[in-house]
């Protein structure tokens, strides 16, 4: 006992020892800060990786089953389509798998012709039965594929997917040897090119789906890392849910020998304050989204990683036809006319939004969409008397759902508002779900108001319109007018542009006179950009074909000036 | 005469002071605690009255052009209506002030309702465990380990899940999820208790047993109880303010502490307001209450009091 006593450690060296800690601690903290000065983006730019923010956790990595834009961004690196996107314009268009296309004089037979040295990541030659075989699957109806319509251009392809066909090979594609693919449409299509590079035209590795499960099963292993087989650009190598979704150079790609970066980090933030300092911090060469309180300060600072871009979308609520008090025309016109757009594209979205008159977005191809909705309370008054409601007060209480984002809280709060203040709706309820919870619950309708964007697929007024006719799979309002089904029938068969689109115009006109949606605004992009990532043009549908994105360090650049 | 000295004598002896009084002259003299159970107090006053008066705005009123205001200015709106902002206005022109007011209100209830719940379960658990003892007081306690093995978070997000959107069931669910300390405290207490002769004298007056429990153990295990009460209320309205934080606590538009503290830590950079407000209240009323329940154990625990 008494010996371990005068064993202790003397007095004064535990003080020096306290002493010491703080100084070793701060020495420790300096040592470290100055090890990790290169940041995430810094290593990454230099081995050529692209790390991106991508907004919500991908729901699939199947192209047909996903249909929101941050799952296709994630396809677009892994698969290549028959047709692929141009870096700098979305009226162009790259051979992807098809070395080159033709098409009849109507437009309305088209001929791929398939190059021969492209391969699946396994080493498989990719072939015009791989095209068939995942139309058969995209269109199969027990696949309830969420983006089907998108195939609809095919002949018969509607009715093999709704069941009144039950053979697939009335369906109008066929192959012509291994290396010839024919599409016949059910009318002229002369934008075919660009309908084909859309994600659901995607091919997929038959074998590989049919190892792990049916044909038609949509979730199952084939999707994890490993087993994942595509033709792109890039192979799946990692996916862990809410952290990552690791894409890297596929060595059997075709073209290989011009993809430019070595791999791509796909990083799911659905907060969009959190993604922006993620940027901040180095952690990503790309945001999604800019939170619009942080749009105004870097546009102060005049700061080049910002971008704002104009891009092809509508942002909108759906109202579900079926279920009271939605089902009311009156009270869905009530509810339109007194939400303030341009309020809300100035001081809530405040990216330089455009407040949405229609539904279609105005573009430079020729097509002028009808401007009905503006807000006035009058008239959103006069409709909600209609609609058989002495006040607002009498409306019962109904819900209108978001995605998690707090900018579209921000807007949904801001609309509940404008309904207490100028229709005197009290009760509204707002809901947030989880983005992979929200899809499916707008997919089975059962909602009241749910808040939507629809972004282009293709650069034709025909993807904003052609999701309303009765049934669309993307419809998911329960809407179905007859006359509108015709005239976007008779739309598919008019070669002439002009007519074309005057007719898409009156369609337009039915569904903003009925509004199953509520259009809020039209989108632009904002977003903030790495320095070092070259090649990133502004696209319309902002679709970028990342093999020609290269990653330089300025840094680099400036020593080698002197 | 005789009879009268003898009254007052025994009101001399009988005006010994209660145990209530006795810790009330403790307590009075921890200033701490003190300065801390008046700010509790017109803490809640302030959150459950005020919005009753016209002059504090509705907290939902939304004017999109005066957003961002600073603290103590005064704006008019497009439509002509002059706004008086304390505490500055949010990204949407909300009123700062009126919603941590209204947000506290929230905070509040939820604190009291769920501790309620967890000191009605809790009490009655362990004094029964306490006083039966044996066998049944062993499985009792076991499952009450069992259950603190369980993750409490994750059966809080179960249960938001669950219950979706309704607020007061989830926190009736938290104070039963929140018991459990509570119920080992009084189980200590009263098996303590139970062999002393107060019982047994009641025993052999032959009272019936949840009389004793209720009537006799329960009111002397108090002190502890109140103590930990007292430290429940600012953990449950710490777990609110987390829940909120996650985006699983109240729905938008409605506030509460934790959700006005998310969305101003979100947009600190440009409104540094909306998040230092909300949070300085916050942080003050848990101090408070956790100083009110360290006086109160200083001042109901005579072994531990300092004089």
Known sequence: MIRQRKDRTPQGYLQHLTRLGPILGFALLVIASGCSRESKVEIATREKILIMGNGAEPKALDPHIVSSVGDSNILRALFEGLVAYHPTNDMLHEPGVAERWEANEDFSEWTFYLRKNAKWSNGDPVTAHDFIYSYNRILHPEMAAPYSSMLYFLKNAEEFNKGEIKDFSKVGVKAEGDFTLICKLKGPTPYFPDVVKHTTWLPVHGPTIEKFGNITDPYTEWQKPGNHVSNGAFILTAWRINAYVKVRRNPNYWDGANVKPNGIDFKPIDNVFTEEKAFRNGLLHYTYVLPENLIAKYKEASDPRLRTETYAGSYFYRCNVDQAPTDNVSFRRALAYAIDQETIVEFVTRGGQQPAYGFTPPSKAGYDPPKIIAFDPEKARLHLKEAGYESGSDVPEFTVIINTSEAHKSIAVAIQDMWKKHLGIEKVKIENQEWKVFQQTVHDTNYEVSRAGWIGDYVDPNTFLSMWVSGDSNNNTGWSNAEFDRLMEESGLISDPAQRYATLKEAERILLNDLPILPIYWYTRTYLIHPDVKNWHPLLLDNHPYKYIDLVSEEDKEEVRP | ?307
């Open chain 2, 1 to 307: 005469m005789i009879s009268g000295i003898h009254q007052r004598e025994s009101e001399a002896i009988e005006k010994g002071s209660s145990l209530g009084r006795d810790s009330w002259l403790r307590l009075r003299k921890n200033r701490l605690a003190m300065t801390s159970l008046w700010f509790f107090v017109t803490v809640v006053v302030i959150c459950f009255l005020l919005p009753i008066f016209s002059f504090v705005p509705d907290p939902n009123v939304t004017f999109p052009e005066l957003q961002s205001a600073p603290a103590f200015s005064t704006a008019t709106s497009v439509d002509g209506i002059e706004v008086y902002y304390l505490f500055g206005s949010d990204h949407l022109g909300r009123d700062i002030f009126s919603r941590i007011l209204y947000g506290g209100r929230v905070s509040l209830a939820v604190g009291f309702l769920a501790t309620a719940v967890s000191l009605t379960i809790g009490v009655a658990y362990g004094a029964l465990s306490g006083y039966i003892g044996g066998k049944v007081d062993a499985a009792m306690m076991r499952i009450v380990d069992i259950l603190y093995a369980l993750p409490f978070m994750i059966i809080v997000i179960i249960l938001t899940t669950y219950f979706g959107n309704n607020l007061w069931l989830l926190f009736v669910c938290i104070g039963a999820v929140e018991w459990l300390t509570m119920a080992r405290i009084v189980r200590g207490q009263v098996i303590s208790l139970k062999n002393q002769e107060f019982v047994e004298a009641a025993r052999s007056l032959g009272l019936s047993q949840w009389r004793i429990i209720f009537r006799h153990l329960i009111p002397n295990t108090i002190g502890p109880v109140i103590v930990y009460t007292t430290l429940t209320v600012p953990a449950v309205m710490r777990l609110e303010a987390i829940l909120s934080f996650l985006g699983l606590g109240v729905q938008p538009p409605d506030a509460s502490w934790g959700s006005l503290i998310k969305e101003g830590a979100d947009r600190m950079a440009s409104d540094p307001g909306l998040l230092v407000y909300p949070a300085i209240i916050f942080a003050l009323t848990l101090f408070s209450l956790n100083f009110l329940g360290d006086g109160l154990r200083d001042a109901l625990d005579p072994k531990s009091s300092k004089d």
